[in-house]
Every structure is written in C-alpha cells, then in structure tokens.
C-alpha cells in the first residue's frame, strides 16, 4: 500500500498550497494542524481544488499522544513539518511559546518517527538562519546565527536535525530555507490570511492598496542599497509549494539533514515592490518614510543553484504574478473564508 504523508500545520499558508500539489500529484496525505492560524473552511477548499480527499486530524504538534497516534493509524512514510509560529516581534515577548511550539514540538515529532522508524523529513527552515549576512547572494555554506527567538526556534532545529542525522544513519532531512513568501494561489481561494496587524511587507500592501489602511510606513530609506529600501528575494507560494515535493522526491538521494534555500535569487527593494503592486492595481498606493525596522538588514536573497542541482527546482513564476494572485486574494478569497 502506498505510504502517507503526513503534512504538520497542513492548514497554513505554505501548508495548504503544499497539500494541493502533494494531492495532484496521487500523494496519499495527513494533515495534522490545530487551526490555530487557520480558518476550517481551507479544508474543504483544499480538497475541492486538487478534487481529491485526504485525513485531517485537529491537533498540536505538541501533543504527543495525538502524534503517536497518527503514525499508528497511517503508514508514514514522510514527514513535511509546517507547523510553529512565525511572527518575530511576538516571539521577543512570547519566547516561551516560540521554544515550546517550534522547539519542543519538532522534537516530540522526530522522537515519534524515530520510534515508528520514519526518518524522511522535510523542515520549514527560514533565511532568517543567516543572521545578518556578509554578502548576497547568500550561499547555504555561510556562516549562521539569529537575532530573536523566532530565528533561534529555527536555528536550534536545525542543529537538531544535524545532530540527529550525525548520531545515526539513515535520516534523509531537507532544511529548507524559505526566503520571502508571497503571493496567493490563481484560483483566489487560499492565500495567507493575517491576524491583525500584518508584520509582513506584502500583506501589509495589499491592505493598503485595498484602501484598509491609509498607507504603508517603509521601514528605512538610508539602507546601503540601489534605492536605499531594503532588498529581498520574494517567491510565489505556489512555487514554493512545489520546491516542497521536489524535496519529497528527491529525499531519498539525500545523506543526513541538508540545508536548502528556496529562494528566486532575484532581490527587489520595498520601492520597486510598490511599483510592481501599483501597475497591478491601477492606482497610486500611498507611502512614507519611517525609521528603520530594529533587526532588519538592508539586502537577503538566494543563491538558488543547490536546489536546482539536488531538487531540479527552480522558481518559475515573476514578480507580475505574485502581485497579480496576491490582490485577487486580497479581493476576493480572504473576506469569503470562514
Ligand atoms: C521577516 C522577518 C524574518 C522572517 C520573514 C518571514 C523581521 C525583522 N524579519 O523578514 O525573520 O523570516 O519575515 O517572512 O520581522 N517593510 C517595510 N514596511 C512594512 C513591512 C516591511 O518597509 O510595513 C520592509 C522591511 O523593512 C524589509 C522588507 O519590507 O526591507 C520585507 O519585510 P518583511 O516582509 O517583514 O520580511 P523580512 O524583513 O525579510
């Protein structure tokens, strides 16, 4: 029988695009998210865009039992690991929860596949492991390091992973390095959906230019950089989704846990993202000047070639696109969802 994957924090943003893809192409799926960040009714989208059904199981990660039980009802043969928080000025207030949810949480997971001998793991890693980097475009060699809790759940699972991997033989674990998620899926029915007040660029944007609040505050303008904004490698969910399965696939021609950056390669400054929204939307978004954002560096994005030579991966798809899937979201999936 073919074997299931199971999908932590299935419901989420990347969560929910990846089990799209996984489900289209045949993959038998387990979805464990305690809907914490999550509407319910993504679930009934998920299943009607890739017209096929799969198992939810409302849980934390933290909760061992529920684990233990998953792996004994289903035949795990993968793990994609989603699930944990995210927000970085809420992690400096709420250390706590960031360690107990990101930390504790995958290591009761990998406690729970090593138990039921899975040792096929795929982790939601961050750009954010790079600290501030030296130079761009950023290799998966250099040096890392974190400058909050959030970044250091991450960092510390990585070391996890690494140590793991090392301490025995047959862990395959992609730590993949996602750099700045954006965008939507065309269908307009899943997206990411904010609570409060976006901490993120883009969502913030798309606000703006939705006319929600009056205008975006850029974080900085006297960054060593072309137009003094700070620069970032964004990347379509969507292809971002599908660097996920391409990592699933090539799991198995993997040797212990191997960072990853998903990333287009491509950096655009907070300028030239307004622009990209504004001919999107067909009108002016307004703008002003703030100080800069505490922890923020002036430029991050990808060298992309390892996962091109170890996933044949590549993003695919351009800044018009993010932007254009972005705003249909914004105008019509988030406020429908329930
Ligand atoms: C942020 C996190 C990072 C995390 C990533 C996940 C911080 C300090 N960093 O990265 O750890 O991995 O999200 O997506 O929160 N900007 C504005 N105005 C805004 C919002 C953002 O000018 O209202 C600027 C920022 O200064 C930055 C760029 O837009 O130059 C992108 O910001 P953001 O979307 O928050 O992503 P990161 O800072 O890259």
């Given amino acids: 029988m073919l ?3 199971l999908v932590t924090g299935g419901a989420g943003f990347i969560g929910s695009h990846t089990v799209v893809e996984l489900l289209v192409a045949g993959h038998q799926v387990v979805v464990m998210d305690n809907l914490s960040n ?6 009934a989208r998920i ?3 890739a017209d096929r059904d799969f198992t939810f199981i409302e849980a934390d990660v933290c909760d061992r039992d529920s684990l233990r039980e998953v792996f004994h009802q289903h035949d795990i043969g993968a793990v994609i690991h989603f699930a944990g928080l995210k927000a970085v000025g809420e992690s400096t ?3 706590l929860d960031y360690y107990r949810n990101n930390f504790c949480g995958t290591l009761g997971l990998l ?7 899975c040792r096929n793991l795929v982790f939601s890693s961050s750009a954010t492991v790079y600290g501030d980097p030296a130079e761009v475009p950023i290799r998966e060699e250099f040096p890392l390091s974190a400058t909050n809790p959030y970044g250091r759940s991450k960092l510390m699972i990585e070391d996890l992973c690494r140590d793991l991997a090392s301490s025995e033989s047959g862990w395959r674990i992609a730590l993949l390095r996602y750099f700045n998620p954006v965008g939507a899926h065309p269908s307009g029915l899943l997206g990411e959906d904010p609570q409060g ?3 993120n660029l883009m969502p913030y944007l798309l606000q703006v230019a939705a006319g929600q609040r009056p205008s975006l505050e850029v974080f900085g303008q006297d960054y060593p950089t072309p137009d003094g904004t700070g620069v970032r490698d ?3 969910v969507v292809d ?3 660097g996920h399965l391409a990592a699933l696939k090539a799991l198995p021609g993997l040797q212990g846990a191997v960072p990853i950056n998903l990333g287009t390669g491509k950096g655009y400054s907070v300028l030239e993202m307004i622009q990209a929204l504004e001919r999107t939307v067909g009108h002016p978004i307004p703008w002003r000047v703030g100080p800069r954002r505490p922890g923020d560096i002036a430029q991050c994005y990808a060298d992309p070639s390892r996962a091109q030579e170890l996933l044949g991966w590549r993003a695919s798809l351009d800044l018009d696109t993010m932007c254009r899937d972005g705003w249909n979201w914004q105008q019509n999936g988030a406020a429908s969802q329930f």
Wanted: net charge positive; glycine share 10%; hydrophobic share 40%.
């Fill in 111 to 117: 406690e729970t596949m090593k138990g039921f001998g």
């Fill in 38 to 43: 999550a509407k319910p009714s993504v679930l």
């Fill in 240 to 242: 971002l989704a599908k």
């Fill in 3 to 5: 074997k299931s994957i």
């Fill in 197 to 199: 007040i976006p901490n």
């Fill in 93 to 95: 207030r709420l250390p």
């Fill in 47 to 49: 299943r009607g865009l």
């Fill in 234 to 236: 964004y990347l379509h």
